[in-house]
């Protein structure tokens, strides 16, 4: 994955995982789309990889027909059901210096994808975020998700002191070096997974980016809003007891120097765009 250019210089990688259970009916469609767009509009060596989480329909035959006819695509077949689980199994044996999700919905506007890993590429932070509850993003979903998606941040902000704006967003990028070692830490494998590694980057001082980002809400979405709701505060009261205790803290994780303002080129490591 990590490609040379002419001069023989490293190209940084990203890979992006796809996460999908029974998505069949949509996987070709949004997979050729996300491939499109990143062959013509990405200037980075890519690795999109589908991972299917005990898809009881075609799901699984539909990636593996993908990796025959796209370039760049990949398969992973999980016997287990969660967004987390599946997340950090690729994430965790990923090569790329960048790792990234997002939904197969592609309810996130394109666009943003590459606002979203830039800083991490040139080491300028260590995760970023989509943020649909950003002054900037132009979000159309409907008033209940909308109430409880900001209900939900609040309470990380009251209970967790969280500063970032949006934990849930499906649309999500580390360095894969930060990622591995927050990993072992991190116990969710379901939908509190973001929460989790966002917490732990901040109780770690890590920096997080925020993109605003352009989002339309999938009416065929299977998430189950309450059983999800009463999982993620459970998930916050063990987050709490690891803060208070000094558990969500990491020893030696990977950080980058942040550059001065109008600091020269030849300060930051030389960043190759792929031809």
């Not at 704006?165 to 973001?194: M, N, Y």
């Not at 929460?195 to 001082?205: D, F, I, K, P, S």
């Amino acid at each position: 994955m990590n490609e040379q250019n002419a001069g023989g210089v490293r190209q940084r990688s990203v890979e992006i995982v796809v996460p999908v259970y029974n998505e069949a009916h949509v996987l070709a469609g949004s997979i050729g789309r996300l491939h499109a767009y990143l062959e013509t509009s990405f200037p980075f060596p890519f690795t999109i990889t589908v991972a299917d989480n005990a898809s009881t329909d075609a799901t699984w035959q539909a990636a593996l027909d993908l990796t025959q006819r796209l370039p760049h695509v990949h398969a992973v077949h999980l016997d287990a059901k969660g967004r987390g689980r599946a997340l950090k199994h690729v994430w965790s044996r990923s090569g790329a210096d960048v790792v990234a999700y997002m939904d197969v919905d592609l309810s996130t506007g394109l666009e943003g994808f590459l606002p979203l890993v830039a800083p991490l590429l040139s080491g300028h932070s260590d995760l970023a975020i989509g943020s649909r509850l950003h002054r900037q993003s132009a979000v159309q979903r409907g008033a209940k998700r909308e109430f409880i998606s900001r209900s939900y941040n609040l309470l990380l902000k009251a209970g967790l002191a969280a500063r970032f704006s949006d934990a849930q967003c499906g649309f999500k990028a580390v360095r894969t070096d930060v990622f591995l070692a927050l990993a072992p830490h991190i116990e969710d494998t379901a939908w509190f997974f973001d929460t989790e590694l966002l917490v732990l980057a901040q109780r770690n001082r890590l920096r997080i980016h925020e993109v605003p980002v352009d989002w339309t809400d999938d009416p065929d979405s299977r998430v189950d809003i309450v059983r999800t709701a009463l999982d993620d505060l459970k998930g916050m009261r063990r987050m709490f007891r690891k803060s208070v205790t000094g558990r969500a803290r990491v020893a030696a994780v990977p950080t980058t120097p942040v550059l001065p303002v109008g600091a020269p080129a030849s300060s930051a490591e030389h960043l190759e765009y792929a031809s």
